[in-house]
């Protein structure tokens, strides 16, 4: 069984930064394409950011492009989402996830096949 824990979000004040991180465990990492999706109170779910399991292919939603960094560490089993420029409207639980494959159909959907339990992020005016 997959499991992913998320860990480092917190408060933040406009313009800071946060790094998340997310341990996956019970399965195949070097096998995933992996991503980060949110989700605001009374707003759907946005996917983020995603990273191919090759780490070749990444993909960023336009509103956090050039501010939000995503990477991975096939040694640690771990996902990164690097946060920077900060704003209001990035203040979401923030959900690691396995992408359900292959990258392009992803590209398409937009669906998960499993995620973690979510990271608060709040970032303060």
């Known amino acids: 069984q997959v499991q992913l824990v998320e860990s480092g979000g917190g408060l933040v004040q406009t313009g800071g930064s946060l790094r998340l991180s997310c341990t996956v465990s019970?399965?195949?990492?070097?096998?995933?394409?992996m991503g980060w999706f949110r989700q605001a109170p009374g707003k759907e779910r946005e996917s983020v950011a995603a990273?191919?399991?090759?780490?070749?292919?990444?993909y960023y939603a336009d509103p956090v492009k050039g501010r939000f960094t995503i990477s991975r560490d096939g040694a640690k089993n771990t996902v990164y989402l690097q946060m920077n420029s900060l704003k209001p409207e990035d203040t979401a639980l923030y959900y690691c996830?396995?992408?359900?494959?292959?990258?392009?159909?992803?590209?398409?959907?937009?669906?998960?096949?499993?995620w973690g339990q979510g990271t608060q992020v709040t970032v303060s005016s």
């Open positions: 996830a396995v992408l359900k494959g292959p990258w392009a159909r992803w590209m398409r959907t937009f669906e998960f096949d499993f």
């Open positions: 019970g399965g195949t990492f070097s096998m995933y394409d």
């Open positions: 990273i191919s399991w090759s780490g070749a292919s990444t």
